[in-house]
């Protein structure tokens, strides 16, 4: 299995700050790379997929990057909305989906 | 607007058989190059793939859940369903059913349901 790693597990942040989330996979996976926001008690969201592509409806704020085994979601400007539980997830290997293990961004 | 909404049993006794259905609405089941999928979460915990089938049959499963995993889909009904074998409590989780391109992210998902195994 393709294993992905996220830094950092949790941050605090303020409202207009720019965030930066890593996902790091054991092995490349070229640009397939996908982002989701969860927020609690609700389902994930596609924020970003194939690396870069942002979601229909998704805020402009919101940009993904990098390709082979390095990956960063940024958020531009944090909103107050944007305060949740973001996942990468690897869909290199269909047989063999894998998600990372998330980062809490909370308010500081 | 696709829909999805799962529906089953909130309660399975241990070594019993976990199923539930997932109901698609607003949009075909048989679309060309979209898979179906299941995905899990443990309370406080994070995101497990399940498995995922395509109308046509092609299906994949976790290696760490296939000897247990069925995913089938009923296109009359436009549904797909998840069965589940020899439940354990590391099975209670909240089940998502959701869709996705094959080698790309899970684009519409359903509300969840918990599952909780117990006696």
């Known amino acids: 299995d393709i294993q992905m790693t996220q830094s950092p597990s949790s941050l605090s942040a303020s409202v207009g700050d720019r965030v930066t989330i890593t996902c790091r996979a054991s092995q490349s996976i070229s640009s397939y790379l996908n982002w989701y926001q969860q927020k609690p008690g609700k389902a994930p969201k596609l924020l970003i997929y194939d690396a870069f592509s942002l979601q229909s409806g998704v805020p402009s704020r919101f940009s993904g990057s990098g390709s082979g085994t390095d990956f960063t979601l940024t958020i531009s400007s944090l909103q107050p909305e944007d305060f949740a539980t973001y996942y990468c997830?690897?869909?290199?290997?269909?047989?063999?989906?894998?998600f990372g293990g998330g980062t809490k961004v909370d308010i500081k | 607007q696709l829909q999805l909404q799962e529906s089953g049993p909130g309660l399975v006794k241990p070594s019993e058989t976990l199923s539930l259905t997932c109901t698609v609405s607003?949009?075909?089941?048989?679309?060309?190059?979209?898979?179906w999928g299941w995905i899990r979460q443990p309370p406080g915990k994070g995101l497990e793939w399940i498995g995922s089938r395509y109308y046509s049959g092609s299906t994949y499963y976790n290696p760490s859940l296939k000897s247990r995993v069925t995913v089938s889909v009923d296109t009359s009904k436009n549904q797909f369903s998840l069965r589940l074998n020899s439940v354990t409590a590391a099975d209670t989780a909240v089940y998502y059913c959701?869709?996705?391109?094959f080698g790309s992210g899970f684009d519409y998902w359903g509300q969840g349901t918990l599952v909780t195994v117990s006696s």
């Open positions: 997830q690897q869909s290199y290997i269909t047989s063999a989906l894998t």
């Open positions: 959701a869709r996705h391109r």
């Open positions: 607003g949009g075909s089941i048989s679309i060309n190059n979209y898979y």
